[in-house]
């Protein structure tokens, strides 16, 4: 089968509406009317499709998050605000490009949302001040106005930076971001989120010259029959981690890979390797899809559930790309990000 057929016979991922409408948020009707909106999913191509659906944001619930849809098949899932949802500025329309990622094997893309807030005004406490009460805050805020002035014109101001989105995303949300729109990597929010998110598998440093890195691996398209499946090749590799048998683990990455992951200063990058994955008690890949079979080299998107050694668990969103061995037959992540 060449590159040509394999392409035709991908199945395509295709949902709508790609902006979901939830209406009114109205917060004098919560829990028992909560909003919600009606997400379908399409296979228009010919093998099954298979993903799930990962909400980007902490306030948004999907039921079911899995589908599988043969070809022309469609699958209906139902997205639901939870109380939870940012609703501070009263009758607002409240819109978002990012609500929920679609990781399938058939394509991944960001599905939006939007809603209004309803409800009565926020209430602020009415007090009567006496003069000994005002007068130290109003020379307290004369001092900070000064001193801001002072900063002002002393501060060589450069280009301003754009306004952060009206939204709270989780660090692994913005990561993905980042990703799939081909930006600059998203910073962390200064907003701490209730778990920590692991976004690489080790900090990345610059690639030392090697003999492989001269002679790279073969990429793809390779023989289909002759190596492993990609997306098994990523469980079997977290298999391997979590049985803690670093040694394979560490066999099924290229050398370029293992230098850039896990050289720090001068230390040996196996046993760096070691260590990291020693403050993890567990890795879950809840999904792994390639995206196409004719892309050099091969890339594997994936979800991932980490537990640390502490009881913290965050997920993850990661592209593998994966390149074949053809001496031993085998494939070797080659990059993560």
């Known amino acids: 089968m060449d590159v040509e057929e394999r392409t035709e016979l991908q199945p395509v991922l295709a949902a709508s509406p790609q902006h979901l409408q939830f209406g009114d948020f109205d917060t004098e009707k919560l829990p ?45 899932h139902t997205v639901t605000l939870t109380p939870e949802t940012p609703h501070a500025w009263q009758n607002r329309l409240y ?37 000994k009460h005002w007068v130290i805050p109003f020379v307290v805020v004369i001092l900070l106005a000064a001193v801001l002035t002072i900063l002002f014109f002393a501060i060589p101001w450069g280009e301003k930076q754009p306004a952060s989105p009206d939204i709270l995303f989780t660090q692994g949300a913005q990561t993905v971001i980042a990703v799939l729109t081909q930006t600059a990597a998203v910073q962390p929010s200064p907003q701490a989120t209730t778990s920590s998110v692991m976004v690489s598998i080790l900090p990345r440093t610059p690639v030392p010259h090697s003999a492989e890195a001269a002679h790279p691996l073969p990429n793809t398209p390779w023989p289909r029959a002759e190596y492993p499946n990609p997306e098994q090749f990523i469980k079997d590799y977290y298999r391997e981690v979590n049985n803690r048998n670093y040694e394979k683990s560490w066999s099924m990455l290229t050398q370029k890979f293992q230098q850039s992951c896990c050289s720090v ?20 890949v809840i999904t792994a899809y390639i995206q196409a079979w004719d892309t050099n080299p091969a890339e594997v998107y994936t979800v991932l559930q980490y537990l640390s050694q502490k009881g913290e668990s965050s997920e993850v969103f990661n592209i593998y790309r994966v390149v074949a061995d053809p001496d031993k037959k085998d494939l070797k992540i080659d990059e993560v990000r």
């Open 32 to 76: 028992e009317e909560l909003p919600s909106a009606t997400l379908t999913i399409t296979n228009p191509g010919i093998n099954p499709l298979a993903g799930r659906i990962s909400p980007q944001v902490s306030w948004i619930q999907v039921d079911p998050p899995d589908f599988s849809c043969q070809s022309g098949e469609t699958s209906q």
């Open 95 to 131: 819109s978002y490009e990012y609500l929920l990622l679609l990781n399938s094997n058939g394509g991944s893309f960001f599905i939006g949302g939007s809603y209004t807030a309803k409800g009565p005004p926020l209430r602020t406490a009415k007090s009567t001040l006496s003069l």
């Open 265 to 284: 200063a001068g230390n040996d990058p196996y046993q760096i390797y070691i260590n990291w994955w020693n403050t993890i008690e567990r890795v879950e």
